[in-house]
């Protein structure tokens, strides 16, 4: 596979599992804090490289800006997402080993939520702005905990069987040939 066939099959992946997240986020947008976000860039960050883990989220919010516009949740998606990535990312390995703490921190993450939010509103409006905020949300915040704890539950063992099963070899494949292939200049003629 040739070095541009493996960038062009990168950048698939980015923009449609950024798609799917997109889409699976606004399909479940009637559901108040239930959302399948977290799990899916969760995911990412445990089975893609870190390069393709990290894009996701940004064509993520840049999608939620088209569509939504700019307001002050900009900020929070622009360093929460990617900070969840991050920590996923950082304990992948000790996550395959022991998959329940996918589901514990996913159900942190979703506990935590809010609070991360809050102090947005602590650094722009004040003290008073953040404990207001964030005794409004105590309860959202619970049932986007409990519900991160549900969806991780259910389906973190059948998307990581679909993984093993058949989808890691396009990621894997391509970037056991990026490193093994040596950079040659490509010939025109």
Not at 3 to 27: N, T
Not at 61 to 67: A, F, M, T, Y
Not at 102 to 110: A, E, Q, T, Y
Request: with cysteine.
């Amino acid at each position: 596979m040739s070095l541009h066939v493996q960038k062009l099959l990168r950048l698939l992946i980015i923009a449609l599992y950024s798609a799917l997240v997109f889409a699976l986020k606004e399909a479940l947008a009637i559901l108040p804090n239930i959302e399948v976000v977290t799990f899916l860039l969760s995911f990412a960050a445990l089975v893609f490289p870190l390069s393709i883990s990290i894009s996701i989220p940004l064509i993520f919010n840049l999608c939620e800006i088209l569509l939504r516009g700019v307001a002050t949740w900009v900020i929070l998606y622009f360093i929460a997402w990617p900070l969840l990535v991050l920590l996923i990312w950082s304990f992948k390995k000790v996550i395959k080993k022991h998959w329940w703490l996918f589901i514990v921190l996913n159900s942190l993450w979703g506990f935590t939520f809010g609070t991360l939010d809050a102090f947005l509103h602590l650094l722009m409006y004040g003290k008073s702005a953040f404990f207001a905020y964030w005794l409004n949300g105590l309860l959202f915040d619970a049932v986007h905990g409990v519900s991160n704890a549900v969806v991780a539950g259910v389906l973190y063992q059948p998307v990581m069987h679909l993984w093993d099963l058949r989808l890691k070899y396009y990621i894997i494949s391509y970037d056991a040939l990026e490193e093994s292939q040596p950079t040659a200049p490509i010939n025109a003629g």
